[in-house]
């Protein structure tokens, strides 16, 4: 795979990336940027962040069902407005993100954890993105039988929206500075910055339905959707080697100052009576095959921690189950539903 590739997926790894190497290019934005940045923080939205292991996929018999699974996570994370999900191993040391490489589109039998990173992205991305950042790979022969995510950045040609993701084209004209960019619209658009070709971008509309084709359009940050027009912009993807790395790797300058652990061991108690504070950076954790316990355990930088210390609230979600076991994907919905509340009471009072 060439480089536009690896920029596309390593972009969701940093939301400011893109952003600031664009902010380079334009040479008179040094000012601008950190005017711009000063703002985001001081209206900072707070996030809502997941993480599971890789191994769920493993686990699963055939491509197929793996990638139902991975189908099934990727809706789950867009019907609760999920920012960030972390997908980690459970290597006993840490290893380079680079090391989960997906730039070959040769390899099949790619780990449970870069499979599901493969489908989460694919799946998050608009679908008139998918063929220019995603080369073909035969991990992806069933994603077209998943049913679609239809987020609010997903949009169809007729749509009109305030913000538009799309893809850099070749034309970039560096006396005018511009660059045209594939929306998803009938025709490209131009914004007012040179950027290399095959980047995905995050395209402010403007105000008015018919846009004046003349008038260059502004690339924003990923999270601006979010935070100026409270919309839900779909989430990032990370990769963690172990869950460890997960904390320590958080890509928010503050980190997660709430951290939620869910087992069938963990506290009962009804989702109405669960105050949580009002945290910046949310992180709720899920465990695999044998739960978040064991996830500790191997990790030799958590060494004789127990789950009950690592995490602020350690959470039973579904009391009185009547199956032996939850499986973490029907733990994601349950979870999520019941702590939807509980967040919502957080998120509304910002
Ligand atoms: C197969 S279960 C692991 C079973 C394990 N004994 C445990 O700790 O819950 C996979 C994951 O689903 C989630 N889970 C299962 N049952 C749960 C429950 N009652 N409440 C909250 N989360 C649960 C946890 O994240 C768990 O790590």
């Given at each position: 795979m060439g480089k536009k590739k690896k920029r596309a997926e390593e972009e969701p790894l940093n939301t400011d990336n893109i952003k600031e190497e664009?902010?380079?290019?334009?040479?008179?934005?040094?000012?601008?940027?950190?005017?711009?940045?000063?703002?985001w923080k001081?209206?900072?939205k707070p996030t809502?962040?997941?993480?599971?292991?890789?191994?769920?996929i493993d686990n699963t018999q055939s491509l197929e069902l793996a990638t139902r699974l991975a189908g099934q996570i990727a809706?789950?994370?867009?019907?609760?407005?999920?920012?960030?999900?972390?997908?980690?191993?459970?290597?006993?040391?840490s290893v380079d993100s680079s090391d989960l490489t997906m730039e070959d589109g040769s390899h099949d039998d790619e780990s449970g954890a870069a499979f599901l990173l493969r489908i989460l992205k694919y799946m998050e991305t608009p679908q008139y993105l998918?063929?220019?950042?995603?080369?073909?790979?035969?991990?992806?022969?069933?994603?077209?039988?998943?049913?679609?995510?239809?987020a609010p950045h997903h949009l169809r040609k007729h749509e009109w929206a305030p913000y538009r993701e799309g893809v850099t084209l070749k034309d970039r004209n560096l006396t005018s500075g511009r660059t045209l960019v594939d929306v998803g619209l009938s025709k490209p658009v131009a914004i007012d910055q040179v950027i290399d070709p095959g980047i995905r971008v995050t395209v402010s509309m403007g105000t008015e339905r018919n846009f004046n084709a003349d008038i260059p359009h502004q690339v924003v940050s990923s999270s601006t959707p979010r935070e100026d027009a409270g919309m839900y912009w779909g989430y990032k993807v990370r990769y963690a080697p172990n869950i460890s790395s997960v904390f320590k790797n958080c890509p928010y300058k503050e980190g997660y100052d709430h951290l939620i652990g869910t087992s069938e061991h963990g506290v009962?108690?009804?989702?109405?009576?669960?105050?949580l504070p009002s945290f910046r950076h949310l992180l709720i954790a899920f465990g695999g095959l044998a739960g978040l316990e064991e996830c500790i355990e191997e990790d030799n930088n958590l060494k004789g921690k127990k789950a009950k210390e690592i995490f602020d609230i350690y959470l039973n979600t579904c009391p009185h189950q009547g199956s032996r076991t939850i499986r973490t994907e029907e733990a994601i919905f349950i979870s999520l539903q019941y702590l939807q509340e509980p967040v919502n009471g957080v998120l509304q009072k910002i």
């Open positions: 664009q902010n380079d290019l334009n040479g008179d934005s040094q000012k601008k940027k950190k005017k711009k940045k000063k703002k001081e209206e900072e809502v962040s997941i993480a599971l292991p890789g191994s769920i809706r789950a994370s867009t019907i609760f407005r999920i920012d960030e999900v972390v997908v980690f191993d459970n290597l006993s040391s998918r063929k220019s950042l995603f080369p073909m790979h035969n991990n992806l022969r069933y994603v077209g039988s998943l049913p679609p995510l239809d009962v108690m009804k989702s109405s009576d669960l105050t």
